[in-house]
């Protein structure tokens, strides 16, 4: 899968500034001012750096896709497959709780 990255300077300007590469589909982003997540059918979150494109890291403990994504203040909110609710220390990468339906 592909996240592509477009500038938008008004609703009639819009350029394409950068795809990020997924292994496989991606089902859910989300963004701050400095990175861009996104949750697939690989079972993980990628984080990657905004202003770089540069992958900053892979968010792993689900074991199925991941569907859907939510920030929330300092925190990644995401829910998979696999019944689980996972919340994300953005800052550290570390899963902080676990909800299982």
């Known amino acids: 899968g592909t996240v592509a990255v477009w500038n938008m300077k008004s609703p009639t300007d819009i350029t394409l500034r950068m795809t990020l590469k997924v292994r496989d589909?991606?089902?859910?982003?989300?963004?701050?001012?400095?990175?861009?997540?996104?949750?697939?059918?690989?079972?993980?979150?990628k984080v990657w750096d905004i202003s770089t494109g540069e992958l900053v890291r892979t968010l792993r403990g689900h074991s199925r896709a991941v569907w859907c994504l939510h920030l929330q203040g300092s925190h990644l909110i995401s829910g998979s497959g696999d019944s689980t609710l996972r919340i994300w220390n953005i800052d550290t990468g570390h899963c902080v709780r676990v909800l299982q339906h």
């Open 25 to 45: 589909w991606v089902f859910a982003v989300d963004f701050t001012e400095t990175n861009i997540f996104a949750g697939s059918a690989e079972d993980t979150i």
